[in-house]
T-cell receptor, first 108, second 116 residues
C-alpha cells in the first residue's frame, strides 16, 4: 500500500536556523515524490520534485530509497518560508497521495 | 505558470440540496483533472481522477452516486455533491495536469462547502 508519513504536525525554528521537514513513504514501485507548499491564504503549489533534483527557494530534498525518505531541507530558514508543507507520492494513475502536512513556523 | 480556477470559492447550502463546483484550467488543456477533499487538520484525500471524455475513476470509499464528476471538455471539470449532508462539509480542491507538459499538477484555490 502507498503511504506518505509526515511525523511532525508543527515545526518551529528561528530565522537563520536550519530546517528539515521529514517525509517517509511506502511504495512498492519506483516512487515519484514531490513537496508541495501552501502559504497562508494561497493555493497549493509545487515546491520541488525529486526527479528534477533542483533547489527551489533554497530548499532541497533527496530521495533515500534505503530509508524510504524524502526529507525537505533548507540550511537557513527565512520568515517567508512559514507555510504548510505537504509531501506527496504520485501513484500509477498520476494522482497524488499526500502526507498530513507539516506547518513550518519561522520566527524572528 | 498554469492557472486553475474554482467556482464558487465558498458555498453554504441546506441539507438535501445539490451543489456543483466547477474547476477550470484557464491557460492550458487539462487532459486529467483530480478532485481532492481536505478535512480540517488533515491531509488532502484524493476522491477521483477524471480524464476528458471518459468516466471518472473513484477512490475506494468515495460514493460515485454521491459525488458526480463530469469532465466534458479539456478545460472544465465539475463536481456535484448530490443530496448534501452536514458530513459533506469540507474543503474541495481540484487540480489539473497536462501530460504533455509533464506530470505537474496545478491546483485550484479550493471551494469551502458548508452544509447546514
Amino acid at each position: 500500500a502507498q503511504r506518505v508519513t509526515q511525523p511532525e504536525k508543527l515545526l518551529s525554528v528561528f530565522k537563520g536556523a536550519p530546517v528539515e521537514l521529514k517525509c517517509n513513504y511506502s511504495y512498492s514501485g519506483s516512487p515519484e515524490l514531490f513537496w508541495y507548499v501552501q502559504y497562508s491564504r494561497q493555493r497549493l503549489q509545487l515546491l520541488l520534485r525529486h526527479i528534477s533534483r533542483e533547489s527551489i527557494k533554497g530548499f532541497t530534498a533527496d530521495l533515500n530509497k534505503g530509508e524510504t525518505s524524502f526529507h525537505l531541507k533548507k540550511p537557513f530558514a527565512q520568515e517567508e518560508d512559514s507555510a504548510m508543507y505537504y509531501c506527496a507520492l504520485e501513484n500509477s494513475g498520476y494522482a497524488l497521495n499526500f502526507g498530513k502536512g507539516t506547518s513550518l513556523l519561522v520566527t524572528p | 505558470g498554469a492557472v486553475v480556477s474554482q467556482h464558487p470559492s465558498r458555498v453554504i447550502c441546506k441539507s438535501g440540496t445539490s451543489v456543483k463546483i466547477e474547476c477550470r484550467s484557464l491557460d492550458f488543456q487539462a487532459t486529467t483533472m483530480f478532485w481532492y477533499r481536505q478535512f480540517p487538520k488533515k491531509s488532502l484525500m484524493l476522491m477521483a481522477t477524471s480524464n476528458e471524455g471518459s468516466k471518472a475513476t473513484y477512490e475506494q470509499g468515495v460514493e460515485k452516486d454521491k459525488f458526480l464528476i463530469n469532465h466534458a471538455s479539456l478545460t472544465l471539470s465539475t463536481l456535484t455533491v448530490t443530496s448534501a449532508h452536514p458530513e459533506d462539509s469540507s474543503f474541495y480542491i481540484c487540480s489539473a495536469s497536462d501530460r504533455e507538459g509533464g506530470n505537474e499538477q496545478f491546483f485550484g484555490p479550493g471551494t469551502r462547502l458548508t452544509v447546514l
